[in-house]
């Protein structure tokens, strides 16, 4: 776990510790990572260092954190632009995420983040899901919730909002790791999506 003595740190010196976790990240994946290399390049001490994280595997986070900033922005602007309507936002979100995630450099640099990663050890995309259903807790007093023909209490959007997460991982999952085309994940992500739409919505708003 990330400790707070890092989030305590001025923006200037977080900001210069996640550029040498990012450079160390973009030349060898998490099983090769140097220490040693972040370290010199934060100006910081093996001290300091071990202030801030536990292990590599807080290295995780440091992204996971980032990445989930620009989701949370995009998402509130985007539920805010459809009027609550949570399908159409999740689905421009994602078509987002996914133009960014399948350009050469990032796809390449998530992909260095499953070699050397235990059985055990959960991956970026799992706690990324973990940071967006904590996040969506906050959204959910702004979802329209009026077209739903299931009961609307705050637990049942928050189920909701898990299975859409769910399978947009393992869309974005399919993209980096098993070579499926961008364009097919999508397609078949929108396919679940108006599945899920239709079993939520009361009968005069679903789709055909």
């Known amino acids: 776990m ?13 900001e210069r510790i996640y550029q040498a976790i990012k450079a160390e990240f973009d030349r060898v994946p998490l099983d090769k990572i140097s220490i040693n290399s972040i370290i010199k390049e934060a100006n910081i001490s093996r001290g300091s260092f071990y202030q801030y994280f536990d292990d590599k595997g807080d290295l995780y986070d440091i992204f996971a954190d980032r990445i989930m900033d620009s989701i949370k922005e995009c998402f509130t602007n985007t539920l805010v632009k459809y009027k609550g309507d949570l399908f159409a ?20 640099q998530m992909q260095k983040f499953v070699p050397g990663v235990s059985v055990n050890a959960k991956s970026i995309l799992d706690r990324i899901c973990e940071r967006s259903i904590t996040y969506f807790n906050e959204l959910i007093p702004n979802i329209d919730t009026r077209k739903f023909s299931f009961d609307n209490s705050p637990e049942d959007i928050r189920i909701l909002f898990e299975m859409l997460m769910s399978i947009s991982k393992n869309a974005i999952f399919d993209v980096l790791f098993m070579d499926i085309d961008t ?4 397609k078949i992500l929108n396919k679940k999506l108006k599945i899920i739409k239709n079993g939520c919505l009361k009968k005069e708003y679903r789709e055909d």
């Open 183 to 186: 364009d097919e994940a999508i």
């Open 89 to 108: 936002t999740m689905e421009e979100v994602m078509s987002q995420h996914f133009t960014k995630v399948s350009q050469p450099k990032a796809k390449s």
């Open 2 to 14: 990330i400790k707070q003595t890092f989030y305590n740190l001025p923006e200037t010196k977080r």
